[in-house]
DNA sequence: CGTTCAACCTGGGCGC
DNA sequence: TGCGCCCAGGTTGAAC
């Protein structure tokens, strides 16, 4: 996403339009008619992504100080500069003085994203160490393992908090821990060493393939890059939506339950629990 | 500290 | 065809 509206960078806005949502409009900071005027000619400096969240950074100029407009997408949320899916719930329109690229949507079905313009000290806040965890394309074995080593928390509900590890969402947890081998409902705290390593490097792999393949387009949440083309990466999933259809590794039927209020997807013969260390009483059969 | 639940929304799919 | 349910790449805060 943050690749695709790259081309943005170093244009000028010519007008900011925020339509009206179809119930509620998505979350916006500032109000939509300070958030209109603090954009009113502002030059385009970067983008950035942190975690799941992009940030359009706009330089700055005589009044305003340098800030960023940091989306989230959420569920259904996507930038585009193509066409939207549907003219309804279209939510930004950033236009611009450009033949290129006219101008660059946020679309979100749902409206469960939101666009929050910062300064420094707001973006520090928003999407700094105390937000966001180390990013998931390039975890460590030793970040995880120093965040997690004592947690009681299931793995699978870990890897989504935010704050351990940045940019992994329900369906890439599930990849992940089927690619490392490892069940899903274990406590972080019963991992070993060897298993943090697979985790991490599973992480790495399954989050690079996914944007090589421009992320999973699926039912609900059908993922269009920002020119309107669709990810594959839903055609290579191990587990997630697959179940009840037999694990590619063992055959096995891959097995759905819910963890956290999440659907999860897991091979119970390739990601067992690992054997608890405490001696167990002999069965007498 | 960890889990569960509700809330914020729209709309596709399914069973009846 | 219509209706009611369940489900969905997420995050937050309250209650237990």
């Known amino acids: 996403m943050r690749r695709g509206i790259a081309s943005v960078v170093g244009l000028r806005l010519a007008s900011t339009e925020l339509p009206r949502g179809t119930n509620r409009p998505i979350l916006v900071r500032p109000r939509p008619a300070i958030l209109v005027r603090s954009l009113a000619g502002r030059r385009v400096a970067g983008v950035h992504r942190f975690g799941k969240r992009i940030a359009i950074e706009f330089d700055d100029d005589e009044t305003r100080p340098r800030q960023w ?102 369906i890439y947890a599930a990849e992940i821990l089927s690619l490392a081998g490892v069940d899903p409902r274990v406590a972080c705290r019963r991992l070993s060493g060897a298993d943090w390593d697979r985790i991490a490097l599973a992480s790495r792999t399954i989050l690079a393939d996914a944007v090589s393949h421009e992320g999973s387009s699926l039912g609900d949440a059908t993922y269009q890059t920002p020119d309107n083309r669709f990810g594959s990466f839903q055609d290579h999933h191990r587990v997630y939506g697959r179940e009840n259809q037999p694990c590619h590794d063992c055959g096995t039927l891959v097995v759905r339950f819910v963890q956290a209020q999440r659907a999860t997807f897991f091979c119970p013969a390739c990601q067992w629990r690992p054997r608890r260390r405490r001696v167990r009483l002999q069965q007498t059969d």
């Open 69 to 170: 407009l940091v989306i989230e997408p959420r569920m259904t949320g996507m930038l585009l500069i193509g066409r939207p899916p549907t003219d309804a719930h279209v939510r930004i329109v950033l236009g611009f003085a450009s033949r290129k690229v006219p101008r660059l949507l946020f679309w979100d079905r749902r409206g469960l994203g939101t666009a929050r313009l910062l300064d420094e000290a707001g973006l520090q806040a928003a999407c700094g160490p105390t937000k966001l965890g180390p990013d998931a394309l390039g975890v460590s074995a030793a970040d995880l393992q120093t965040r997690l080593s004592r947690s009681r928390r299931a793995v699978k509900v870990a890897l989504l908090d935010q704050r351990v590890v940045a940019g992994i969402g329900n």
